[in-house]
């Protein structure tokens, strides 16, 4: 102790408490298997799912899609693997799963049966979580209405997307896109005619496409001698990625917010209290046009405090903020007319 510490004692709190942040980045894979006890483990690279499981478990399997991206997209930073037990169904699987560990943001399991897509995709739908499915199923490029892609989409299921392959029990395909688009900042990237790694290219004809698309069901095949995945919807037939941008606003609004409230003496319901929480909402907004989610022009409404109703604001409820923007989205058609003369 300093001779100054005996006469001027000082204790230094660091005020603003951090949040955490929803990623984005990370998906999980549930599976069946013994291989250790715990319901999660999180990995950062094949070494450690090696160490783990063999080349032949279909958990290994999945992690080899996912991690094995590079070149082709923005590899995933970490993994979560999931253990579903032999007795439970996939989705008490899952809910076990998520409350041991809920940073993940993509599900991808190992089964490839219709029921049990279904059931999981319901479960994922009632969350702010995407799943992704895949089948080769022969009815899906067909007008039949019994595979996968006709059940999901029947019922728009906006927060699952599907793949049709006929490799799709080993390949895994909806794995392989995830690895590589997941890890790009929500807003920046479109996941139609992206190329994956490890991935057996289809051959369809015309009317298989056709059905396919009927059905919200993508696709990967060549085209202009490059193979790419194909369309990059989910099954209500909207991009994966504007749902990725949406939950993004979602999570980083509230966690501005949330950020906000606790490293805050008060904020007081006043105009000046209310321009607090429509800095954070600029933030955001800033940030999500900065990341191509949204284009420039946007705006917020900010209530008056005193057109905020009295039973309102004896509740300390701050009235109601709206912004509006449009979303940038991404260009997947062009037509050009030319006009040429002699």
């Known amino acids: 102790m300093s001779d100054l510490d005996s006469i001027i004692r000082i204790t230094l709190t660091r005020a603003s408490q951090p949040v955490a942040t929803a990623s984005f980045q990370i998906p999980l894979i549930l599976a069946t298997f013994t291989n250790f006890e715990e319901r999660t483990r999180i ?43 032999a007795l439970e169904s996939w989705v008490e699987a899952l809910d076990a799963v998520t409350e041991d560990n809920d940073s993940w943001y993509l599900l991808i399991a190992e089964t490839h049966v219709a029921a049990d897509q279904e059931a999981l995709s319901d479960a994922i739908g009632a969350v702010r979580k995407i799943y992704g499915v895949s089948t080769s199923d022969t009815v899906a490029p067909t007008t039949g209405t019994t595979d996968i892609g006709a059940i999901l989409s029947a019922k728009s299921a906006g927060r699952t997307y599907g793949v049709y392959l006929p490799t799709a029990n080993s390949d895994y395909p909806e794995a392989a896109w995830a690895g590589a688009q997941l890890a790009y900042t929500p807003g920046s990237n479109d996941w139609d005619f992206k190329r994956v790694n490890g991935v057996t290219v289809s051959k369809l004809s015309a009317t298989a496409k056709t059905n396919l698309r009927e059905k919200n069901l993508n696709f990967y095949t060549e085209i202009g001698g ?116 002699v």
Do not use: C, H
């Not at 950062?44 to 070149?71: C, E, H, P, R």
């Not at 369309?231 to 609004?253: H, K, S």
């Not at 409230?261 to 955001?284: D, F, Q, W, Y």
């Open 226 to 341: 490059v193979n790419i995945m194909q369309d990059g919807n989910m099954f209500d037939g909207l991009p994966i990625d504007e749902q990725i941008v949406i939950d993004w606003l979602y999570a980083r609004l509230q966690e501005g917010i949330y950020f906000r409230l606790i490293n805050s003496l008060k904020i007081p319901m006043t105009n000046p209290g209310l321009a607090i929480i429509e800095n954070e909402i600029r933030t955001v907004l800033s940030q999500a046009e900065a990341n191509g989610a949204i284009d420039r022009g946007w705006n917020v409404s900010v209530p008056d405090v005193l057109s905020i109703p009295e039973n309102l604001r004896a509740q300390r409820t701050a009235g109601v903020f709206v912004f509006r923007a449009r979303l940038a989205g991404s260009i997947r058609k062009v037509e050009i007319e030319g006009y040429l003369s």
């Open 43 to 85: 990995y950062t690279d094949m070494q450690g799912v090696a160490a783990d499981f063999d080349s032949t478990d279909n958990v290994y399997k999945i992690a080899t899609k996912l991690f094995g991206q590079s070149g082709v997209g923005a590899v995933p930073p970490s993994i979560v693997v999931g253990r579903k037990d």
